[in-house]
C-alpha cells in the first residue's frame, strides 16, 4: 500500500471519527451529562467558525512546513540521487563528488558552531539552568535540522552543478512539496478532531 493511499484511509478514518464525534456530543449532552458540550449546539458551532485556524496553527504546523522545504531541497538538488549512489557503491561523477564534499564541509560547519552554542560556558541555547531539555535549543531542533539540510543540499546545488541561476534555486524549495499535501492534509484534520476531543470532553 502506497503511503498516499495510507493517507486517504487515514483521513477518510479521521472524517468519519468527527461525524461520530458530533453525534456523539450532541446525544450525550442532551441527556444532561455534565461536562460534555454539543458541537452542533449554538456554542458549539460559534467555537468551531472562530477557533478553527487557532486549532490547525500550532508549531506542528510550522514544523512540518519546514521539513517540507528541507525535503524538496535535498531532493531537488540531486543530493538524494549522488547519496543513493554512494551508498549503492556506485561510481561519482567529478561534480558529484565535489558537492558532495561541499555538503560535509558545510554540515561540518553548522554542526560545529550548533555545538559552540551548546558547549560554550553560559551557552546561549541552553536554559538558565543549564539544562538542554527544556532549553531553547530543544524547542528549536527542529528548525535548526530543516535549516541544515536546507543549506547543504543548496551548498551541493552550487557545486555539483544542479543550481546554475535564481529560478532553479527558488524551484528547489517547492519541487517536492506537491509530494507532501497529502501529509499536511492528514494534519489539519487529525488536529481538528483532537480540538473538538478537547471541546467536546
Known amino acids: 500500500m502506497t503511503l498516499k493511499r495510507t493517507i486517504t484511509i487515514a483521513c477518510v478514518a ?8 458530533v453525534l456523539l456530543s450532541w446525544i450525550v449532552s442532551a441527556t444532561g451529562v455534565a461536562g460534555v458540550r454539543s458541537l452542533i449546539s449554538s456554542e458549539g458551532l ?17 514544523w512540518l512546513l519546514l521539513l517540507a522545504i528541507a525535503y524538496s531541497c535535498y ?10 549512489r554512494v551508498l ?10 565535489l558537492g558532495i564534499r561541499v555538503a560535509l564541509i558545510v554540515l561540518a560547519v553548522v554542526i560545529a558552531v550548533t555545538l559552540l552554542l551548546l558547549l560554550t560556558p553560559h551557552a546561549v541555547l541552553l536554559s ?10 530543544s524547542r528549536s531542533i527542529v528548525p535548526i535540522v530543516a535549516g541544515a539540510v536546507t ?9 555539483g552543478g544542479t543550481i546554475n541561476n535564481i529560478d532553479t ?3 528547489m524549495l517547492y519541487c517536492k512539496i506537491p509530494t507532501l499535501l497529502p501529509v499536511l492534509i492528514l494534519y489539519i484534520f487529525a488536529a481538528q478532531l483532537y480540538a473538538c476531543l478537547c471541546f467536546v470532553f
Open 14 to 21: 479521521i472524517l468519519i471519527a468527527n461525524l461520530l464525534l
Open 46 to 62: 460559534r467555537w468551531f467558525l472562530s477557533r478553527y485556524i487557532d486549532n490547525i496553527s500550532t508549531p506542528l504546523l510550522a
Open 75 to 84: 531532493e531537488g538538488s540531486g543530493l538524494s540521487m549522488a547519496v543513493s
Open 88 to 97: 549503492k557503491g556506485e561510481k561519482l561523477e567529478f561534480k558529484q563528488r
Open 128 to 137: 538558565p539552568s543549564g539544562d538542554v531539555f527544556p532549553s531553547p535549543f
Open 151 to 159: 543549506l547543504f543540499s543548496f551548498a551541493y546545488g552550487l557545486a
Open 169 to 171: 534555486a527558488f524551484n
